[in-house]
């Protein structure tokens, strides 16, 4: 699920914050941040009241409103974190050095206590700047956020062709004749490359661009499909610079009329290449395996693997048959060679002819070659797919 808001966290790595300490409630740091504003005067309960104060809120002070030390002022300054906590905001920004003496050992423990991140900036900035920098954040995230519910909207299918295509202008008007869907997975170097490589994305004409957490969703476009086909590899290239990539799936190169289809292709085809543990799979329609992922969470298919494996453990002795089926596993990766099979599995030609007669017996289709065949494949597949260990 997409999330709709920045975290405080994510916000902080930013090199505008390189020299911010956070002075108390680091496991708050995680709340998100809705909007940030200006809290420069002293707290009334009314604030909460009359909704003034809301969840999400992330708050800049330098707190000169609490410049006087009497004990009044320091019941004002605990009932000022009192309204901020219970309101449940993402936390403060303190930018003066008096402001940050005023933050005392019991306040810091309160804080902590409620996991209120209070953030201490050191160098001398303009609250403008502090707001800026942070709203870029926030903006990004919101827009990034509409736009991955316009597409998980075309994915679901409820709509027509021309619907689907108007929820496909009303992200990027400038859609070329042809799409591909890219799915992406990896690890952000920073939050910064991943704002920086949204903003980036989102100047390029005819391509879109959505972030979920480490998951990058792309569509590209182009009016010829050569043409398409090589911005796709270029495209993979430069995210690179942003993101260190686990895995990649492509869909076919269609009509962007087919929106919908690309978008379901590219993640069949993401999915296929986890399972498989590889890093680039493009979608194939004639992939038994993709097939076969259809009904991962199926009865039938975790009753098939038990079945295979059950006939072939009452034919061999019971501490061969991990190796019986590692044989098979890599007989079907090697489609079917048996002097390759024996290369990988460092055996001799006839060892690996054994143990494959001994399963085609065991399955009792001995005369039915296909039907072996296409029965050890399902097997092999339906392994990694369940996540079985041998």
Do not use: W
Not at 73 to 85: S, V
Not at 230 to 240: G, Y
Not at 279 to 308: I, V
Request: hydrophobic share 40%; charged share 20%.
């Amino acid at each position: 699920m997409f999330k709709l808001y920045v975290s405080l966290e994510e916000i902080l790595t930013d090199d505008f914050f390189r020299d911010a300490e956070v002075l108390c409630g680091k496991n708050g740091l995680n709340h998100k941040v809705k909007q940030i504003s200006v809290f420069d005067c002293l707290y009334h309960r009314n604030l909460v009241e009359k909704g003034i104060l809301q969840s999400g809120d992330l708050f800049i002070s330098c707190f000169d409103q609490f410049s006087d030390t009497s004990e009044r002022r320091e019941g004002d300054l605990f009932d000022f974190f009192d309204g901020l906590i219970n309101s449940k905001c993402a936390g403060l920004i303190i930018l003066s050095k008096d402001g940050r003496r005023k933050v005392s050992p019991e306040i810091i423990s309160i804080c902590d206590a409620n996991d209120f991140p209070i953030v201490y900036l050191p160098s001398t900035v303009s609250y403008s700047l502090v707001m800026n920098t942070i709203n870029q954040y926030i903006s990004i995230d919101n827009y990034n956020a509409f736009n991955r519910m316009k597409l998980d909207e075309i994915l679901r299918g409820n709509q027509n062709t021309e619907e689907s295509l108007e929820l496909l202008y009303s992200i990027k008007p400038s859609v070329c004749l042809y799409i591909q869907a890219i799915s992406v997975t990896g690890e952000f170097y920073s939050a910064f490359s991943r704002n920086e490589l949204y903003i980036t994305m989102l100047h390029q004409s005819g391509d879109i661009c959505t972030i979920d957490s480490n998951h990058v969703n792309l569509i590209i476009s182009a009016e010829e499909q050569k043409k398409l086909s090589q911005k796709s590899n270029a495209t993979i290239d430069f995210i690179k610079n942003y993101i260190n990539i686990n895995y990649v799936g492509f869909s076919n190169i269609c009509h962007r009329s087919e929106i919908r289809e690309a978008l379901t292709a590219c993640n069949i085809a993401l999915q296929t290449a986890v399972t498989m543990n590889i890093e680039t799979q493009t979608y194939d329609p004639l992939s038994s395996m993709q097939l076969l992922l259809a009904m991962k969470n199926s009865t039938a298919a975790a009753n098939f693997y038990k079945r295979y494996v059950q006939i072939i453990q009452c034919h061999v002795s019971s501490g061969s048959v991990s190796e019986i089926l590692r044989t098979v596993e890599v007989f079907v990766g090697c489609s079917g060679d048996y002097q390759e099979t024996a290369n990988i599995l460092n055996q001799h030609i006839n060892t690996i002819r054994y143990r494959i007669n001994k399963v085609k017996e065991a399955l009792n289709m001995e005369n039915d070659l296909i039907k072996f065949y296409e029965t050890i494949a399902i097997g092999s597949k339906l392994r990694t797919i369940l996540n079985i260990e041998l």
